[in-house]
C-alpha cells in the first residue's frame, strides 16, 4: 500500500466517518472537480497520483484505455467529474446510471457505510438529471481534446416513471440521446433499487431492450457503438449463462459484472466491496467460460487491491472497475493500482 493510501484510510478511518456518507461522497466529486478545473494544480495531481502506465492497453471496445481499472458506475452519474476521474489516474470512466427522465432518486438517507467490512451500502435509485442534461455535459466534454481523450462509457437504466412494459422504447430514448458522446454503452438492468428492473435480466424481456438499443445507439452515433449489459451477482448460474447466450445471439460487445447484491441481512439497499467480491469472480468465470474469447467481460465487485484485482483478470475479465475501493482508499488508489497490475501485465 502506498503512503498516499495510507494517509487517506487513516483520514477515512478518523475523519470522514464522521461525516454523513452522501454529503462526503458530494464534497469528494465537488473537490475532484475543483481540482481538474485548475490547469497547474491538475497537472501536478496527474503526474504524481494519475501517473500512466508507460503502455496503454489495447481493448475490443475500439480504443486502448490507460490502466485496466475503470470507475464503476454510480459516482459520477451525470458526467460532472470526468476529467478528475481520468487526472486520478483511472483507466476509462463510465458514468450513469442515466435515466431518460430526470429524478430525484430515493429519500435520504440512501446510502451506508460498512466500515468492518469496508463495504457500502445503497438504494439511491438512480438520482441524475437525464439523458437531455448528460449528453450536454458529454458534448461539452467532448468538444476539447483532453475529453475526447478519456475513455467514456455510458450507463442508461429505466426511468422510475416509465412501467417495465414500456422499458424498451425508455432505453432507446436515452441510446439515442447518449450514443453519440460514448465510446460504449452499457444498459443496466441489474440495479436493485427500481422496482422490477432486475426482472429485465431474464432473456425474453432482455431481448428486445438489447437489440432495439443496438440499432438505436449504431443510428444515432452514425458507427457502431459497442453495447454491454451489466448484471447482477444475485443471478444463478443458469441464468448468468442465459445472458452470456443472448449476448452471442445479439453479437454484442460484452457484460459488466457485477452490479450490487441484495443476499445480505444489513438493512435496504445493495451492498457493495469485497463481500460481493467472491461472487463476482465466479460470475466473470461463468461468463468466459460461456462467451469464448471474443466479448468484452468487465470484472467489477469488490476489487480493493492487486490481488484482487489479478484474480478478476485470471477470472476472465478484460477490463476492471470499482467504486468501493475507491471510497475507503482514495485518490491515490487508482492510479497506483494501475501502475502495479502494469507492472505484473505480459508484454506485447
Ligand atoms: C453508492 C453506489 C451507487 C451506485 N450506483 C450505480 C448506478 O447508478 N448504476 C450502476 O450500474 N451501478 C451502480 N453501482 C454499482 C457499482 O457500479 C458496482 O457495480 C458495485 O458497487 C460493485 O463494485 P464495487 O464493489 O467496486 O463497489 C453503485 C454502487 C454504489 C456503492
Known sequence: M??????????????LVRVDPERAHELALGLIRGVAAVPGLSHAVRATLGRRPATPVRTRLGRAVPGVLGLAA??????????????????????????????????????WRHPAEQALRNRMGFNNAGA???????????????????V??????????TPVEDAV???????????RWADYLTVNVSSPNTPGLRDLQAVDSLRPILSTVQEEADRAAGRH??????????????????VADLVTELSLAGVV????????????????GPPV??????????????????????????????????AMLAAGADLLQAYTGFVYRGPAWPGSLNRALARSRPRG
Open 2 to 15: 502506498t503512503a498516499g493510501v495510507r494517509l487517506y484510510r487513516l483520514l477515512f478511518r478518523t475523519l
Open 74 to 111: 454510480g459516482m459520477d452519474k451525470d458526467a460532472t467529474t470526468v476529467l478528475g476521474m481520468d487526472m486520478l489516474g483511472f483507466g476509462y470512466v463510465e458514468i450513469g446510471t442515466v435515466t431518460a427522465h430526470p429524478q430525484e432518486g430515493n429519500e435520504r438517507p440512501r446510502l
Open 132 to 150: 437531455r442534461a448528460a449528453a450536454e455535459r458529454l458534448r461539452r466534454l467532448r468538444s476539447t481534446r483532453r475529453g475526447r481523450s478519456v
Open 152 to 161: 467514456v462509457g455510458v450507463n442508461i437504466g429505466k426511468s422510475r416513471v
Open 169 to 179: 422504447g425508455d432505453y432507446a430514448t436515452s441510446a439515442r440521446l447518449l450514443a
Open 225 to 242: 457503438v459497442p453495447v454491454l449489459v451489466k448484471v447482477a451477482p444475485d443471478l444463478d448460474d443458469d441464468d448468468v449463462r442465459a
Open 257 to 272: 459484472a457485477t452490479n450490487t447484491t441484495i443476499a445480505h441481512a444489513h438493512g435496504p439497499g445493495g451492498l457493495s
Open 277 to 310: 467480491h467472491a461472487r463476482a469472480l465466479e460470475v466473470v468465470r461463468l461468463l468466459r467460460d460461456r462467451l469464448g474469447p471474443g466479448p468484452v467481460v468487465i470484472g467489477v465487485g469488490g476489487i480493493t487491491d492487486t490481488p484482487g484485482a489479478r
